[in-house]
């Protein structure tokens, strides 16, 4: 079992930035090493979309269309730690975000069925 916590979500205005964090506990560094990572967001009345994905050692990632560029996905696997670094916010960025974990190989999944464990979840609210 894999518990995911994110933090360092809030109220920012456009054009600003903001860091989330996702730390995971429950297994040994080196058994979540293992997972990849990825984060999602839920706008209300929308469904579920995939933001960002990183594999085990952080060498590759993958990104939505709507956030190449603006966003980026990181990781400690000593620090059992993954983040996302979002910049230029647009008001359209607004949306619960959440951290997933997926015990796959040789792929980014995109898809929110692919991923054994999720966070709670966290609000990041962009102002116009």
């Known amino acids: 079992q894999v518990q995911l916590v994110e933090s360092g979500g809030g109220l920012v205005q456009a054009g600003g930035s903001l860091r989330l964090s996702c730390a995971a506990s429950?297994?040994?560094?080196?058994?979540?090493?293992?997972?990849?990572m990825g984060w999602f967001r839920q706008a209300p009345g929308k469904e579920r979309e995939f933001v960002a994905a990183i594999n085990w050692s952080g060498g590759s990632t993958k990104y939505a269309d709507s956030v190449k560029g603006r966003f980026t996905i990181s990781r400690d696997n000593a620090k059992n730690m993954v983040w996302m670094q979002m910049n230029g916010l647009k008001p359209e960025d607004t949306a619960v975000y959440s951290c997933?974990?997926?015990?796959?190989?040789?792929?980014?999944?995109?898809?929110?069925?692919?991923?054994?464990?999720w966070g709670q979840g966290i609000q990041v609210t962009v102002s116009s």
């Open positions: 997933a974990a997926a015990n796959v190989v040789g792929y980014l999944p995109t898809g929110g069925s692919l991923y054994d464990y």
């Open positions: 429950g297994r040994s560094s080196s058994t979540y090493s293992t997972y990849y």
